[in-house]
């Protein structure tokens, strides 16, 4: 797994483009800038974009060849972003810490992804969002991203199941168009949630 993602960010350009997802930036546009985790990083076009913002943002992400396409992302755009290099498995951020949250497409198996999700949670204040956008489970009919495999998709249970403890404000299953990069095009089925930790 670790060589595809560090094969594939090793490529020319941006995998999945240099502009912030688009229903982050919308999400992330309505909050008062704080201190911010995202997880899965890749390429660094949500880090960025939210540290051009004001944001003082943490990211994660196992593949080294990420983290330089995303160093190299902050320094094009004048900016500065925190970014560790670390297996997921082993992600521990501080507790009760962070003013948002973000997961967009970072696709797990099933228990190393509720683990992750609940050390997310966690690492929320009081108050603090999670912004999340997935492929759900009827994505395997499409061909523009994501795993070829339903145990590493989502459906609506899993989030309602795994952030049970965030006070929900939008969850909905969508048919969208996705227009990032060479690898997510096309016609596409997500999750999107929003929530925040009481």
């Given at each position: 797994?670790?060589e595809?993602?560090?094969?594939?960010?090793?490529?020319?350009g941006?995998?999945?483009?240099?502009?912030?997802?688009?229903?982050?930036?919308?999400?992330?546009?309505?909050?008062?800038?704080?201190?911010?985790?995202?997880?899965?990083?890749?390429?660094?076009?949500?880090a960025v974009?939210?540290?051009s913002?004001?944001?003082?943002?943490?990211?994660?992400?196992?593949?080294?060849?990420?983290?330089?396409?995303?160093?190299?992302?902050?320094?094009?755009?004048?900016?500065t972003?925190?970014?560790?290099?670390?297996?997921?498995?082993?992600?521990?951020?501080?507790?009760?810490?962070?003013?948002?949250?973000?997961?967009?497409?970072m696709?797990?198996?099933?228990?190393?992804?509720?683990?992750?999700n609940?050390?997310?949670?966690?690492?929320?204040?009081?108050?603090?969002?999670?912004?999340?956008?997935?492929?759900?489970?009827?994505?395997?009919?499409?061909?523009?991203?994501?795993?070829?495999d339903?145990?590493?998709?989502?459906?609506?249970?899993?989030?309602?199941?795994?952030?049970?403890?965030?006070?929900?404000?939008?969850?909905?299953?969508?048919?969208i168009?996705l227009?990032?990069?060479?690898?997510?095009?096309?016609?596409?089925v997500?999750?999107?949630?929003?929530?925040t930790?009481?």
């Amino acid at each position: 797994m670790l060589e595809k993602w560090n094969e594939r960010f090793s490529e020319e350009g941006y995998a999945y483009g240099k502009e912030p997802n688009g229903f982050f930036k919308e999400e992330i546009d309505k909050l008062k800038p704080g201190r911010l985790l995202l997880v899965a990083e890749g390429e660094g076009r949500n880090a960025v974009y939210a540290a051009s913002k004001g944001w003082q943002v943490d990211a994660f992400d196992f593949s080294q060849a990420a983290k330089e396409k995303a160093l190299k992302l902050a320094e094009e755009y004048n900016t500065t972003i925190n970014y560790t290099v670390e297996d997921l498995s082993a992600f521990s951020p501080k507790e009760a810490y962070y003013d948002a949250a973000a997961i967009i497409y970072m696709h797990l198996p099933e228990e190393l992804r509720q683990k992750v999700n609940g050390r997310i949670i966690s690492a929320l204040k009081a108050g603090g969002k999670l912004i999340l956008e997935v492929f759900e489970k009827d994505q395997l009919e499409k061909n523009s991203g994501g795993p070829k495999d339903a145990d590493l998709l989502y459906s609506l249970e899993d989030i309602v199941s795994e952030f049970t403890v965030l006070d929900f404000q939008q969850l909905s299953k969508e048919v969208i168009e996705l227009n990032e990069g060479k690898y997510h095009q096309g016609e596409a089925v997500v999750i999107r949630f929003t929530g925040t930790r009481e």
